[in-house]
């Protein structure tokens, strides 16, 4: 747009948009073809380079089953949450099955191939919720405890558990915190025992804010 309150001798001051926010697409739309100039510009890509990566032998996930926990109150008593929760979940059972999936098929191996996954199941633990921070190494003990008491699933090698955090809870992990560190944090968490990897990832809530840290 321009102005045009503008006096003899001064030019008009002309406010330009620099970003044209585009079209959102679909999971079900990844991998077809665009009509996006910005995206492919008619003349042919050059093919990159192989990448040079060395698979030691160390876990992989061939077929995650995803479940999902929700620690605290809040996701089960208050509307906006429990709505939250649903998008959450369905948000897993698309991309678990979409061609984003496809693409981790370069980091196939010899008689391990990476396929599709699924959502397997939720659940909502109210027992034992921090009230406002929290350690990784206490969120690894509690996994723990879930996977022996049978309140969440047994472990296997393709079991993926993602646990979310009441709004307003401090997540503290290697000295850094969901506060102050990261907004939007995902956390990838290991927990190495004689006979497997318990392999898990902790997450503030979506809706997390730093003006809500403790």
């Avoid at 990784?136 to 393709?158: F, R, Y």
Wanted: with cysteine; hydrophobic share 40%.
């Amino acid at each position: 747009m321009a102005t045009n309150n503008t006096k003899p001798g001064h030019e008009a001051i002309r406010v330009v948009p620099l970003h044209q926010p585009k079209v959102e697409v679909g999971l079900e739309d990844l991998g077809k073809e665009t009509g996006d100039s910005e995206l492919f510009t008619g003349k042919p890509h050059k093919l990159a380079a192989p990448a040079k990566l060395v698979y030691n032998g160390g876990p992989l996930i061939l077929n995650t089953k995803v479940f999902t926990i929700f620690w605290g109150k809040d996701w089960s008593s208050i509307p906006s949450f429990v709505t939250l929760a649903a998008k959450l979940n369905a948000f897993f059972k698309a991309i678990l099955v979409s061609p984003l999936m496809d693409q981790l098929g370069e980091y196939n191996k010899p008689g391990k191939k990476i396929g599709h996954g699924s959502l397997i199941g939720t659940k909502v633990i109210t027992a034992g919720a921090p009230a406002s921070v929290i350690h990784d190494s206490q969120i690894q003990t509690a996994l723990k405890k879930w996977i022996t008491a049978g309140t969440v699933p047994a472990w296997n090698p393709n079991i993926l558990y993602f646990i979310y955090m009441e709004n307003g809870v401090k997540v503290i992990m290697g000295g850094s915190s969901s506060c102050s560190s990261f907004s939007a944090p995902i956390m990838a968490q290991v927990s190495e025992s004689q006979t497997r990897m318990v392999s898990g990832a902790i997450l503030a809530s979506p809706s997390f804010t730093t003006s809500k840290c403790a």
